[in-house]
Structure formats: structure tokens, C-alpha cells
């Protein structure tokens, strides 16, 4: 079956980085397309960045560019997001998820904290 498993999520100080990763099984990996998601309590889960299947082109929220940056490995079936510059407003729930023939897939969610 499909599996997403998310990890390197963690506590960090303003300004400080992390990277997430993302695992994924179940699926044609080169094929789908692969995004990064947030969540906090009481709001909408919002689209951080994703990356196509062929040629990994990116696309950002306007909110973290020029600070993240998503890539992906398909030999390896990851995908990557690697945050500089972390602002407290970026603390978050952080989704993997994954476009595959139509149908979407989530992982259970890695939490991200910046705080002093």
C-alpha cells in the first residue's frame, strides 16, 4: 500500500534550518507530482511547495521564498524540504503529500517549531 513517512522535523530558533524528509512506497514515485503542506490548529492545511514529476520544477508559497527549497531524489523515492531562514510563524504541522493517477496520499505529519 501507499506509505508517506515524514521525518527531521524538530525545534529550531529563529533563523536557524532544517530539513525535512519524505519517504515514499506504493506508488510509480517518478511519476507523481510531490508537495509539502502546513497546518496550524484552527486553520487550513496550505500548500508550502511541490515539484513536478519530470524535471522537478518547483513552485513556493510566496510566504517561504527564497527560504525553502523542495527537491526530489527518484532514485531513492524522497522528496526534500529544506528550510533556512525559519520564522515563528512557520511553526506547523508539515504534510508530505503525493499526486499519483488522480489520486492524493498523505503522510502522518512532522512538527516543525521555531521558538527562542
Known amino acids: 500500500q501507499v506509505q508517506l513517512v515524514e521525518s527531521g522535523g524538530g525545534l529550531v530558533q529563529p533563523g536557524g534550518s532544517l530539513r525535512l524528509s519524505c519517504a515514499a512506497s506504493g506508488f510509480t514515485f517518478k511519476l507523481a507530482r510531490m508537495s509539502w503542506y502546513r497546518q496550524v490548529p484552527g486553520k487550513e492545511r496550505e500548500l508550502v511547495a511541490d515539484i513536478s514529476p519530470i524535471g522537478g520544477v518547483p513552485k513556493y508559497a510566496d510566504s517561504v521564498k527564497g527560504r525553502f527549497t523542495i527537491s526530489r531524489d527518484n532514485a531513492k523515492n524522497m522528496v526534500y524540504l529544506q528550510m533556512n531562514s525559519l520564522k515563528p510563524e512557520d511553526t506547523a504541522v508539515y504534510y508530505c503529500?503525493?499526486?499519483?493517477?488522480?489520486?492524493?496520499?498523505w503522510g502522518q505529519g512532522t512538527q516543525v517549531t521555531v521558538s527562542s
Open positions: 503529500n503525493a499526486i499519483s493517477r488522480l489520486n492524493g496520499y
